[in-house]
């Protein structure tokens, strides 16, 4: 099981940018499948993005496809969330999380590690 630690929240005004950063720890993170997921106050942990364990498959919710884009970096054992033209509606914390499988899922159960989560705040 891979340990995950994410970085790179923060307060933005809208239509701001900032790059989420997922750092995991352990000499198997090329075989999981990584994901990005949200959860705002109130309301239930929503998938964001999705990246196949060898970054060749992406997957985005609708909310954020065209301004979210989702990365790894196998080499460095690290998964990145470009976020642009941000708005007051994806103010949230932000969990990076893995599975250890090939492909990507959009469901939270589906994945077995999860980091702390980042706060990201934009104001209007």
């Known amino acids: 099981q891979v340990q995950l630690v994410e970085s790179g929240g923060g307060l933005v005004h809208s239509g701001g940018s900032l790059r989420l950063s997922c750092a995991a720890s352990g000499r198997t993170f090329s075989s999981y499948a990584m994901g990005w997921f949200r959860q705002a106050p109130g309301k239930e942990r929503e998938f964001v993005a999705g990246?196949?364990?060898?970054?060749?498959?992406?997957d985005y919710a609708d909310s954020v496809k065209g301004r979210f884009t989702i990365s790894r970096d196998n080499a460095k054992n690290s998964v990145y969330l470009q976020m642009n033209s941000l708005k007051p509606d994806d103010t949230a914390v932000y969990y990076c999380?893995?599975?250890?499988?090939?492909?990507?899922?959009?469901?939270?159960?589906?994945?077995?590690?999860w980091g702390q989560g980042t706060q990201v705040t934009v104001s209007s």
């Open positions: 999380a893995g599975r250890p499988y090939l492909a990507p899922r959009t469901t939270a159960t589906m994945y077995h590690s």
């Open positions: 990246v196949s364990a060898s970054g060749n498959i992406v």
